[in-house]
């Protein structure tokens, strides 16, 4: 089973940064495609950005220009970079993995890290 650890939330103020890692352990077979997921209180899980083997890269349209997704392949680590940190960013930021067992396909989710952005 691949495990995902979430790292780096805190709380910051409008305008601030912040920068997220997603570390992967445990049985290393293919990972494809890594997400990062954020649900804030009272709402869905919504996406935040995907990237893929290749390091293709896709956001939604409420971070595009403000967050960066990427990822070090050979140090199993997925990152989110996030600068101007605005209110509406404040939710609980989850990383998830498509990857591949000789048991067949599945998805893990980290635990999630709480990013709060408050004046």
């Known amino acids: 089973q691949l495990h995902l650890v979430e790292s780096g939330g805190g709380l910051v103020q409008p305008g601030e940064s912040l920068k997220l890692s997603c570390t992967a352990s445990?049985?290393?077979?293919?990972?494809?495609?890594m997400a990062w997921y954020r649900q804030a209180p009272g709402k869905q899980r919504e996406l935040v950005a995907h990237i893929s083997t290749t390091s293709t890269t896709e956001y939604a349209d409420f971070v595009k220009g403000r967050f960066t997704i990427s990822r070090d392949n050979a140090k199993n680590t997925m990152y989110l970079q996030m600068n101007n940190l605005e209110v509406e960013d404040t939710a609980v930021y989850y990383c998830n993995a498509d990857y591949e067992t000789g048991m067949g396909r599945f998805l893990s989710w980290g635990q999630g890290t709480q990013v709060t952005v408050e004046s």
């Open positions: 445990g049985s290393l077979f293919a990972v494809y495609t």
